[in-house]
Every structure is written in structure tokens, then in C-alpha cells.
DNA sequence: GATGCTACCAAACAAGCGATTGCTATGGCA
DNA sequence: TGCCATAGCAATCGCTTGTTTGGTAGCATC
């Protein structure tokens, strides 16, 4: 903003040489793909930047280390849970229990079927990071739970239920899932509804 | 045993030159301490070695490759479970209800005040172990969840509750509890008959 | 047609890794 | 006394790691 005087518009560099800025995100696509497959450590620099053609000196003009270019991957993760789940509620009624089973639908789809980036996410992939971006990460996810609580807030349970303990058991069933489920046998809305309607309690 | 003819016992070789057999024990122990500290990647031989006063080369010796290190370390963890809820069963009434919270109380609180052995069973670690020794690990891990199958079995639930949902939804938010456990809070106990109390719908 | 920026190559760096090898001091047993 | 297994030291090998540095082809702008 504010360039105003004549025709002035040094902006936008237009930066297009050869890639453009798709061998960026060709980068992120990759990180994502093998840090989901071998682990953070698993995954060398020179695996990432030889899956895109690229020679592992190359990718720190994109990144400044490691530990940025997880961080960005991650980042995209959490995001793809938060779209998914803003849109499955944006979808549905205003019914407690219908709620957060739609919102443990698509919070199942995004973490069994919503690809590399989401599987980034989980806090068993989380384990094997560097200690130093912990914090970081912890903050986003803690955002994203606060959508639940909120959901989980408004359920009609009884007193003597600790709804933070609600909380966790039900993270835990959904989340778990990762270490069990092949596609085919049950889909994410299955189990989200098998899974609410075992926590659903007294009257039907 | 049968050792009988004359006072040959060559059997027993003594083993006790200096440190004798729990130099191999101390390097089991600082193991298990440094993999659930910092994974397994980010463990070294040196680390471990040097844990307890010897040089890398040396830990050879013991253990014929870092694998070899980390399976018994596994084996170990492995064990304690399966004595935890072995006592816990032993010591419990067979009310289904009773039995499996028992079960989930003991298996909690191996899980979280277990010691570093537990620690390193939970598939959040095994996500960082070579693949090679992977199904070495399930098929331990397998013989264990039997354990639970069979108390689910015998749970009086509604025939349209599907017990092997029930299995991996009750999984879940045990293990999940390592991720947010902190001592004082609650203790294992009460957060196993909390899960207990919101899975058991219907006739209180 | 010189300048400057983008996007990358080519090569190397220091550090750390798991593992191997050859050797040695010790102590029980014959 | 001689023998052999135990338990460890000392040194090193070959390899991989994340990262840095210097250079350069291609394009846009002035």
C-alpha cells in the first residue's frame, strides 16, 4: 500500500524464473509424504529434495533448516482439521449430539483419509520431533481442541461426568484410530457414530 | 536342577568378573531411560554406554546390535503389563464391570508410573523403531490386548454394540492418557473408573 | 546491454552415527 | 601352572547427517 506516485508497482516480483512458487509446495508435498512415511529422523534432506529433482543444498533457498520446513508442514496439517471441521459443522444442526458426531467425522476423515499432511499432526508422529518446536506445535493443537470443548460443553451429561475427562477419552477413541483402521471395513462416520453412541448414555 | 552326577556344576559359568550380571541389567535400565527420554533415533550407543561408564564399543559385548538392545528393553515394558493386570485379575471380583475397570486401572497405571520400561510400548514409540523389528513387536503386543477381548466378551452390552469397536475405543483413551497425564491430577484408579462409568450405559 | 533478482547446481564441511577389530586384565577351574 | 571364558578398553572404519559456500543460467527491468 502506499505506492501511489506515478505507475510505480514494484510489488509483486512477479518471481516466475522456472518453478515459480510451486517447487515450494512441491517441497512441502514431499516433506509431508516421507516425514508421514519414515518419521521426522527417518527423512534425510537429501530424501526430500531428490523426490522432487532438486539436490539437498537447493531446498535451503526455500527453507531456512529442518526443523522450518516440519514446522510449515505442519502448520497446513492443523489447518485441514480446522477447514474440516468448520465445514462439517457449518452443515449440521444446532442438535448437541448430532454435533460433535459430525464433528468426529470429519475429524476421523481428515486424520485416516486427509493424506500426509493431517497424519503429520498426530501426537505419535509429534513424539519424534525436535524438543525446541514443541511449544509451537502444542499451541495450534490446543486452538483445535478448544473447538471440542466447546461442543463437549454443551452435551447434556450428567453431573457426576468430568467433561474434561470427556474430552480426552474421546480424543483418545478417535485418535487411535490411526494405529488400527484399513480402509474398507469401517468408514470414519461409522465409527464416529458407533464411538458417540457408546459415550451416549441414560435416555436415547 | 538334575545337576547330580558327582560336584560337577559347570552349568552356572558364575559370571562374575567384576561388575558381574547386572552390568548388562544397568545398560537394560539406562536404555529404557534414554529411548523413552529422546526415541530411539535420537539415542546413541554412546549415550547408553556412557550412561553407565563404558565405552561404546564395549555395550557389544552385551548386546549384539542396537535392535538387539531395544527388543529386550520392549520385551521388558511387554512384561510389566502383562503382571500388572495378571494381579489386578487375580485379586478381583468377577463382575464382568468390575473386572475389566480393574484391568484398566492396572494396565493406567503400568502405563503411566510404569517406569521407563512401559513407556517405550506404547505405539507412539513404536512409530520410531526400525521396521524390521516391528512384527516381532505386534505379535507381543497381540497376546496382551487378548487379555482385554476376553473381559469385553463377557461384558453385558446391547447386541448393537460392537465389542471390537468397544476394544479399540476403550484402547484409545487409556493410551491417549500418556499424552496428557501429569502426577497429581487424577491417579489411575479414578480416571479408569471414570472411563468405565461413561461406557457403561444403560442399567447403572 | 548492464544490473539484479530468482532459483538452482556442485562441492564440500564438520559432526555424529552404528559397528568392528585387536588386545588385555581378571578370576575360577583343572 | 596353565587354560579359558568374562568383561571391558582403545582405536578406528565407513557412512550419513544437516548445513554452508561459491558460482551461474535465465529472465525482467532500466
Redesign the interface.
Known amino acids: 500500500m502506499s505506492v501511489a506516485t506515478k505507475t510505480r508497482i514494484k510489488e509483486p516480483p512477479k518471481a516466475e524464473a522456472r518453478g515459480g512458487e510451486n517447487r515450494r509446495e512441491a517441497l512441502l508435498d514431499a516433506a509431508a509424504a516421507m516425514f508421514a512415511a519414515k518419521?521426522y529422523?527417518?527423512t534425510s534432506i537429501r530424501d526430500i529434495a531428490g523426490a522432487v529433482g532438486m539436490l539437498p543444498g537447493s531446498l535451503y533457498y526455500h527453507f531456512k533448516s529442518k526443523e522450518d520446513l516440519l514446522l510449515a508442514v505442519y502448520r497446513k496439517g492443523v489447518a485441514r482439521f480446522e477447514e474440516a471441521i468448520a465445514e462439517a459443522l457449518g452443515q449440521t444442526p444446532a442438535e448437541p449430539w448430532h454435533a460433535i458426531e459430525a464433528a468426529c467425522a470429519a475429524h476421523l476423515s481428515t486424520l485416516l483419509d486427509g493424506g500426509d499432511y493431517a497424519r503429520i499432526v498426530s501426537?505419535?508422529?509429534v513424539?519424534?520431533f525436535p524438543p525446541e518446536v514443541l511449544p509451537v506445535l502444542n499451541t495450534e493443537r490446543d486452538r483445535y481442541e478448544r473447538h471440542f470443548e466447546k461442543l463437549i460443553a454443551a452435551l447434556p451429561l450428567g453431573a457426576?461426568?468430568?467433561r474434561w475427562?470427556?474430552k480426552?477419552?474421546?480424543?483418545?477413541?478417535?485418535?487411535?484410530?490411526q494405529?488400527?483402521y484399513r480402509k474398507g471395513h469401517?468408514t470414519p462416520r461409522d465409527?464416529a457414530a458407533?464411538?458417540i453412541?457408546?459415550?451416549?448414555?441414560?435416555e436415547a
Open positions: 518419521g529422523d527417518g501426537p505419535e508422529f513424539r519424534s457426576e461426568t468430568d475427562l470427556f480426552v477419552s474421546l480424543f483418545g477413541s478417535l485418535n487411535w484410530s494405529t488400527w469401517y465409527i458407533a464411538f453412541a457408546m459415550l451416549r448414555n441414560k
